[in-house]
């Protein structure tokens, strides 16, 4: 398969750990026989700073002309601790979500078992955690209008929602629950929000069309609860823009590092990967990144076009390394290896998947690995 891929690596450890992505990839290419091109562009703080835009429209053009886009990471201080700044980072992402109708994000949370122990929570509350978010991307109150009053002492942001919003990601989410083991739940404010009234009332209709799917529903205050309390519980969660985005970030502590966790965004024609992570601008430039979460993110690239075991290569790959210690020092302190030695194990392996006999792990932390 020929694949152009727009490769969007941004800000912080977002270069460092989309090269590993990309090394992945190679691998996959020579081990399967296929062609993937990679097109470097500019977004976020970095695009700011050289065009003064976050996404500029060379960027947006190559992203629509590719057949995916990987994505790394974006944000900066300066913006973060600036709340006068008109132009952010993080309107590019925004932007590009919108400008390639990618209304549907899917995050799973998978608990490793080699690294039960990493996680803060006790080993029999998370043991069997195997679940997937499916948040809605494009609308909700991260793009309703934006008031500020004259004197900057009143703000607002309006939500919205329609029901042919509702409805597209809800169908993608039970043909997703139907697939696994049969359970949906959809969180959301129906107590308060009308637009979560809304959410309630046109899921339930679609959930008759799926009578093999249990639907229920929780409140995102429990919801926010029962990820910590029961995790193993869910299967499939539903939820618009912002509850997702909270949701989410709060199960990626689950599996002991945000560093773990991937992340597809899909529309009609469009998709884009990329590690559900900031920018983590304190580890810019250490090789200390955790680059798995971007790896995987490139294994469900390969799974959203029918490539079934090259992606399940990669996530043999990831769990071996993970089994082995090779990580970086977000999940082991005393760990010697870096962002680059992972990415770079992770991709040998591929190579020669042979649960990698001949590998001189000494070398790995030198960059120098080899098989014999």
Same mark, same amino acid.
């Given at each position: 398969?020929?694949?152009?891929? =727009?490769?969007?690596?941004?800000?912080?450890?977002? /270069?460092?750990?989309?090269?590993? +992505?990309?090394?992945?990839?190679?691998?996959?290419?020579?081990?399967?026989?296929?062609?993937?091109?990679?097109?470097?562009? $500019?977004?976020?703080?970095?695009?700011?700073?050289? @065009?003064?835009?976050? $996404?500029? &429209?060379?960027?947006?053009?190559?992203?629509?002309?590719?057949? =995916?886009? $990987?994505?790394?990471?974006?944000?900066?201080?300066?913006? &973060?601790?600036? /709340?006068?700044?008109?132009?952010?980072?993080? @309107?590019?992402? $925004?932007? *590009?979500?919108?400008?390639?109708? #990618?209304?549907?994000?899917?995050?799973?949370?998978?608990?490793?078992?080699?690294?039960?122990?990493?996680? /803060? #929570?006790?080993?029999?509350?998370?043991?069997?955690?195997?679940?997937?978010?499916?948040?809605e991307l494009t609308g909700g109150i991260y793009f309703g209008e934006k008031f500020l009053?004259?004197?900057?002492?009143?703000?607002?942001?309006?939500?919205?929602?329609?029901?042919?919003?509702?409805?597209?990601?809800?169908? #993608?989410?039970?043909?997703?629950?139907?697939?696994?083991?049969?359970?949906?739940?959809?969180? &959301?404010?129906?107590?308060?929000?009308?637009?979560?009234?809304?959410?309630?009332?046109?899921?339930?209709?679609?959930?008759?069309?799926? /009578?093999?799917?249990?639907?229920?529903?929780?409140?995102?205050?429990?919801?926010?609860? @029962? *990820?910590? #309390?029961?995790?193993? @519980?869910?299967?499939?969660?539903?939820?618009?823009?912002?509850?997702?985005?909270?949701?989410?970030?709060?199960?990626?502590i689950i599996g002991g590092s945000i560093g773990l966790l991937p992340s597809a965004s899909?529309?009609?024609?469009?998709?884009?990967?990329?590690?559900?992570?900031?920018?983590?601008?304190?580890?810019?430039?250490?090789?200390?990144?955790?680059?798995?979460?971007?790896?995987?993110?490139?294994?469900? *690239?390969?799974?959203?076009?029918?490539?079934?075991?090259? =992606?399940? +290569?990669?996530?043999?790959?990831?769990?071996?390394?993970?089994?082995?210690g090779i990580v970086t020092p977000d999940l082991d302190p005393n760990s010697k290896y870096?962002?680059?030695?992972?990415?770079?194990?992770? +991709?040998?392996?591929?190579?020669?998947?042979?649960?990698?006999?001949?590998?001189?792990?000494?070398?790995?932390?030198?960059?120098?690995?080899?098989?014999?």
């Open positions: 398969m020929k694949l152009k891929i =727009a490769l969007l690596a941004g800000d912080g450890i977002g /270069p460092e750990v989309a090269a590993q +992505a990309v090394t992945t990839l190679q691998a996959v290419e020579e081990t399967f026989g296929h062609e993937f091109s990679f097109t470097e562009a $500019l977004v976020g703080a970095i695009a700011i700073d050289k @065009q003064g835009d976050p $996404l500029p &429209d060379e960027t947006l053009a190559l992203c629509k002309e590719s057949d =995916a886009v $990987l994505f790394g990471a974006i944000g900066h201080p300066k913006f &973060d601790n600036d /709340p006068t700044a008109k132009v952010r980072p993080e @309107q590019g992402l $925004l932007k *590009l979500r919108k400008e390639l109708g #990618l209304f549907s994000n899917i995050r799973p949370v998978k608990i490793f078992p080699t690294l039960i122990e990493k996680s /803060p #929570l006790r080993e029999e509350r998370i043991t069997g955690t195997d679940f997937v978010i499916y948040r009053s004259e004197d900057g002492t009143v703000a607002s942001d309006l939500c919205i929602y329609s029901e042919e919003e509702i409805s597209r990601i809800a169908h #993608l989410a039970f043909k997703a629950a139907k697939g696994r083991r049969g359970k949906l739940t959809l969180v &959301d404010k129906a107590n308060v929000l009308e637009s979560s009234r809304l959410w309630r009332k046109v899921v339930t209709r679609i959930g008759e069309s799926y /009578p093999e799917v249990t639907l229920d529903y929780l409140f995102v205050d429990n919801a926010a609860m @029962q *990820l910590i #309390l029961n995790p193993s @519980q869910f299967d499939v969660i539903l939820t618009e823009n912002m509850f997702g985005d909270i949701i989410s970030d709060e199960g990626s899909v529309g009609e024609d469009s998709s884009m990967f990329e590690p559900i992570h900031g920018s983590y601008p304190q580890a810019t430039g250490k090789n200390i990144a955790n680059p798995v979460a971007s790896i995987l993110s490139a294994a469900m *690239l390969l799974d959203h076009f029918e490539l079934k075991e090259e =992606a399940e +290569a990669v996530v043999r790959a990831v769990t071996l390394s993970l089994k082995k870096g962002t680059d030695d992972v990415g770079h194990y992770i +991709a040998s392996n591929i190579r020669d998947s042979d649960d990698f006999r001949g590998l001189n792990q000494e070398n790995i932390g030198l960059g120098k690995s080899t098989i014999i």
